[in-house]
């Protein structure tokens, strides 16, 4: 039955308006975020790191670094880095198609 509790709320114009303006602001927020990332990374820091993994000066990126240090963590024996890697090389349980049925071959090709 409707009542109160369950009617759906229709939003005004400014709360529309700021809905656009917060969407806007998270893809700026991302966009900056990817940029950062995939910039050079020119830090010292990280040159043996780059060494240790046999990157080149082009693909040295902020990207990179976190990749290899993520690699190094994991080859470590943190269990959570391992975890990482292996979900986001989509090898991750569970993930597999499953068969749902018996697959049955019709032979209909006329020879």
Known sequence: ???E???THKLTAEERA???RKSGEKR???AAIKKALESKAEDER???LFER???DKKSRSYAMAIACAIVQ????GDLSSAAYLRDTAGEK???EPQAVGRVVIVDDLKT
């Not at 963590?73 to 470590?76: F, S, V």
């Open 73 to 76: 963590k994991a080859a470590g």
């Open 53 to 55: 993994f046999g990157i």
């Open 28 to 30: 700026r927020l991302q």
């Open 1 to 3: 039955m409707p009542s």
């Open 18 to 20: 700021l809905g656009g």
């Open 46 to 48: 990280y040159d043996e």
């Open 5 to 7: 509790d369950n009617l």
């Open 93 to 95: 349980k569970g993930d």
